[in-house]
């Protein structure tokens, strides 16, 4: 059996260590949003769709050889299409600025954070049968808030602190039938939060004792995703003398993330407790302390419908996309979240997003850059957080590119790609006291091969 060829695996090697270094390095995030639900949502989109505004439900590879394979986790239904074994990765580095109204002020953090971890199989091709599985992370929670005030004529600290996340393993199968194609992701949701609050007393008056309450909640759950896409054509222009035609279609998608009642246990500790010349933590009287308290944490089901328009050309060469260009509408019903009963400041979220990608020279490229695949798109909507009572708008603008790392040959089984993708966005208005705008750079690492070819001669 042929092995992957050596210069793919020194690369999946390296970006999974890279991977891996990123989901241990994220301690810089400052992003007092990340309190409310289940943390900051931090967008586990591949690279390709977030560079087109964040458009997935409809977008799939196909056979173009211009494109090359990446594994769209999003919509399981393009799993039929894999052509490939593809090992994807990726990785970002999000810069963030908060400000603040009242008090006035601001705050920046720049960190690299995992994206995804995905590899997608053809279990067989002839039947338009694939897989893929991986790990990606869903939320995260990362913030400490400190605040003064004078309570019974004595001035009070307090500090609010929160880490953890959510991350979701999942496995997938994709079935192809001609212009149909299905497809659902399965397994495993699971995270942790860690909430506290310590008050300190800068006493004026009184002798008091530092308090700190915290909670530490451990969830999770088998999840549920189904996909599905339709494909058909609007137009076909044939061109005999040069076997070739041109095709216009339309490809029609929809995903359905259902909703998760996960399982969650949780441990409460309140405390007082002095603090040491060094700046340690002596507990004075522990007030409660409770461990395993069982509960439920509802996330709550999200949709996702789109269209893409698809130009292609076919020639005795091959399948090339010239461009796409699409639409989506994205909903999740946020109001619905409970964390062991108790709802949070959160409202139903919405997304409109649009995109599309273009290549100069999709099949015969005279230079490197006329072989790169060019991206772009926004969107616009409602945010889940309503910390405020106003509710928060958002809003982003995206570009991007793939660089093949090579020129494609029909006559080798390697096709590595580097997805770049760039995203500017906004969250917050002028009615809210604290908004947050931030840049966001994802690189993606799409590594195909043919891999697990019988030898023909020993």
């Known amino acids: 059996m042929q092995s992957v060829n050596s210069t793919t695996g020194r690369l999946a090697f390296v970006v999974s260590f890279l991977f891996l270094y990123a989901i241990q390095s994220t301690a810089q995030v400052n992003s007092p949003f990340s309190r409310y639900g289940l943390g900051n949502l931090v967008g586990s989109q591949h690279a390709i769709s977030r560079s087109m505004g964040g458009i997935s439900a409809a977008y799939a590879d196909?056979?173009?050889?211009?494109?090359?394979?990446?594994?769209?986790?999003?919509?399981?239904?393009?799993?039929?299409?894999?052509?490939?074994?593809?090992?994807?990765?990726?990785?970002?580095?999000?810069?963030?600025?908060?400000?603040?109204?009242?008090?006035?002020g601001a705050f920046s953090s720049i960190y690299l954070i995992p994206s995804?971890?995905?590899?997608?199989?053809?279990?067989?091709?002839?039947?338009?049968?694939?897989?893929?599985?991986?790990?990606?992370?869903?939320?995260?929670?990362?913030?400490?808030?400190?605040?003064?005030?004078?309570?019974?004529?004595?001035?009070?600290?307090?500090?609010?602190?929160?880490?953890?996340?959510?991350?979701?393993?999942?496995?997938?199968l994709g079935k192809k039938w001609k212009n149909l194609s299905a497809g659902f992701n399965t397994g495993y949701t699971f995270g942790r939060q860690e909430l506290s609050t310590t008050k300190t007393f800068y006493n004026d008056t009184l002798q008091?004792?530092?308090?700190?309450?915290a909670t530490q909640t451990n969830f999770g759950k088998m999840f549920l995703q189904a996909g599905v896409q339709y494909e058909f054509t609007l137009n076909k222009k044939e061109n005999v003398a040069e076997k070739s035609s041109r095709n216009l279609l339309m490809r029609i998608g929809a995903t359905a993330s259902f909703q998760q009642n996960m399982n969650a246990t949780q441990r409460l500790t309140k405390q007082t407790y002095v603090l040491t010349a060094a700046g340690g933590l002596i507990e004075v009287d522990s007030i409660a302390k409770q461990d395993n308290?069982?509960?439920?944490?509802?996330?709550?089901?999200?949709?996702?419908?789109?269209?893409?328009?698809?130009?292609?050309?076919?020639?005795?060469?091959?399948?090339?996309?010239?461009?796409?260009?699409?639409?989506?509408?994205?909903?999740?019903?946020?109001?619905?979240?409970?964390?062991?009963?108790?709802?949070?400041?959160?409202?139903?979220?919405?997304?409109?997003?649009?995109?599309?990608?273009?290549?100069?020279?999709?099949?015969?490229?005279?230079?490197?850059?006329?072989?790169?695949?060019?991206?772009?798109?926004?969107?616009?909507?409602?945010?889940?957080?309503?910390?405020?009572g106003n509710g928060l708008k958002h809003s982003s603008f995206t570009i991007g590119a793939g660089?093949?790392?090579?020129?494609?040959?029909?006559?080798?089984?390697?096709?590595?790609?580097?997805?770049?993708?760039?995203?500017?966005?906004?969250?917050?208005?002028?009615?809210?006291n604290l908004t947050e705008s931030y840049t966001q750079l994802t690189l993606g690492f799409s590594l195909s091969d043919v891999w697990f070819i019988k030898r023909r001669y020993d």
């Open 293 to 388: 308290i069982k509960g439920t944490i509802v996330m709550p089901a999200t949709y996702e419908a789109g269209f893409m328009l698809v130009k292609t050309l076919s020639n005795t060469r091959g399948n090339f996309q010239l461009w796409t260009a699409g639409m989506e509408f994205t909903t999740t019903q946020w109001t619905k979240y409970r964390s062991y009963g108790q709802a949070d400041m959160l409202n139903n979220s919405w997304a409109l997003k649009f995109g599309g990608q273009i290549n100069p020279s999709a099949e015969g490229a005279t230079s490197y850059l006329s072989s790169v695949n060019y991206r772009f798109g926004f969107q616009f909507g409602k945010d889940y957080i309503n910390a405020d």
């Open 116 to 172: 995804y971890l995905s590899v997608g199989i053809p279990v067989k091709k002839a039947k338009g049968l694939g897989m893929a599985f991986g790990l990606r992370p869903i939320t995260r929670i990362n913030y400490g808030v400190e605040s003064r005030a004078r309570v019974a004529g004595d001035s009070v600290g307090s500090i609010y602190e929160g880490s953890g996340g959510t991350y979701q393993a999942f496995v997938g």
């Open 403 to 432: 660089f093949p790392i090579r020129k494609w040959r029909n006559y080798e089984t390697q096709y590595t790609v580097v997805q770049a993708a760039v995203q500017f966005g906004k969250r917050g208005s002028s009615v809210n």
């Open 62 to 104: 196909g056979n173009s050889y211009n494109v090359g394979q990446s594994v769209n986790f999003n919509n399981p239904a393009t799993y039929g299409a894999n052509y490939m074994v593809t090992y994807d990765l990726g990785l970002s580095l999000d810069s963030r600025k908060l400000k603040s109204q009242n008090p006035n």
């Open 208 to 213: 008091y004792f530092e308090s700190r309450s």
